[in-house]
């Protein structure tokens, strides 16, 4: 017989930050949802610079045949990791460690890539209380960046498209959204992983959820229902 799967959420609104009854603010490993921050950390380091297009042939990406021809705004709505190593890497770590720390993650000094993408590295993995990551994804829609604003706009794109047909939180089934994934291992539990999705509109409030069992594209689709409570409109 099956785990049953438990949903929490968090919430940034207009009354301020809840969470389900329960759900505390304690830290929390969140994946690939620090892949926005890393396109940050890179425009910062490539001042007028135009995001790279790559290929990815699953060799080092969670797909394992691999997405193909990716540019930044496919790579986010299809989460692929090669891609956002590549941008991890070609970003000096204490940029990388200073955006992803300004952004509320607890950060070493300096970083590698794959903890910077949100995959496990030999130092562990950067965490980041719930309502802290609500409001990095509310200034990320609502606050241009200092340096890089086009790359933002590129970021938003792609959380765009990751909300629609073919991107990991199409299981939304909402139109108005911005949206990011990530799946990341249970503690203490090989054979498991936990998923979660983050949904953010364009006056700022946002919904984070955590699906345990599940991955990033279940968890989507696991908040399809609260976000039709909770945002009927």
């Not at 603010?25 to 620090?34: A, E, K, M, N, R």
């Amino acid at each position: 017989m099956g785990v049953e799967a438990r949903l929490t959420t968090w919430r940034r609104g207009a009354s301020g930050y809840e969470a389900d009854p329960g759900a505390h603010d304690h830290p929390l490993s969140v994946g690939s949802l620090q892949k926005p921050f890393v396109a940050k950390a890179w425009a910062s380091t490539h001042p007028s610079a135009t995001p790279p297009g790559g290929f990815c042939d699953g060799s080092t990406c969670w797909l394992r045949a691999g997405h193909g021809e990716v540019d930044l705004v496919r790579a986010l709505a299809v989460s692929c990791n090669s891609y956002f190593r590549q941008l991890a890497t070609d970003t000096p770590p204490t940029t990388l460690a200073a955006i992803l720390g300004s952004e509320g993650f607890a950060v070493p000094q300096t970083l590698a890539p794959d903890a910077a993408v949100g995959l496990p590295d030999r130092e562990g993995v950067l965490r980041i209380r719930p309502s802290a990551l609500l409001e990095s994804y509310a200034r990320l829609v609502r606050t241009p960046w200092p340096a890089g604003e086009p790359v933002r706009r590129q970021v938003l794109a792609g959380l765009r498209e990751a909300a629609r047909p073919g991107g990991t939180a199409a299981g939304l089934s909402r139109r108005g959204f911005w949206a990011k994934t990530g799946t990341v291992p249970a503690p203490g539990d090989p054979l498991h992983t936990w998923g979660l999705a983050l949904a953010v509109d364009d006056t700022g409030w946002a919904i984070l959820g955590r699906l345990e069992p599940g991955t990033g594209r279940e968890a989507a689709a696991a908040l399809a229902g609260p976000l039709s409570r909770l945002r009927p409109w």
